[in-house]
């Protein structure tokens, strides 16, 4: 299983942005897929997920401003982040969730994506 991120840029605050996480080996289907996110100087973060059955997840902090789905047909998960913040700068990546909420833990994990928030 493998998993790769992007999309990640340079955004004014308020503004949108898309990430992608291509997912390979199997059927993104078939996993829990979730985002997390580090910033410099902060532990890293839990966001959201979305489960084998398309059941959703969000941390408090993103939730009203983010989205995850999924394209089963391209094997690809999707954040769209909107409203955005400058406290939302970090690297976020993609990862298989083995648990989220409270805890998050993973088995697999793409590289990150950087996306900074500033005007």
């Known amino acids: 299983v493998q998993l790769q991120a992007s999309g990640g840029g340079l955004v004014q605050p308020g503004g949108s942005l898309r990430l992608s996480c291509i997912f390979s080996g199997a059927r993104v289907d078939t996993y829990a897929i979730g985002w997390l996110r580090q910033a410099p100087g902060k532990e890293r973060e839990g966001l959201s997920c979305?489960?084998?059955?398309?059941?959703?997840y969000y941390t408090d902090s993103v939730k009203g401003r983010f989205t995850i789905s999924r394209d089963n047909g391209k094997n690809i998960v999707y954040l769209h982040m909107s409203n955005l913040k400058p406290e939302d700068t970090a690297t976020y990546f993609c990862?298989?969730?083995?648990?989220?909420?409270?805890?998050?833990?993973?088995?697999?994990r793409g590289q990150g994506t950087l996306v900074t928030v500033s005007s």
């Open positions: 979305i489960s084998y059955d398309g059941a959703t």
């Open positions: 990862a298989s969730i083995i648990q989220y909420g409270s805890e998050w833990r993973y088995d697999y």
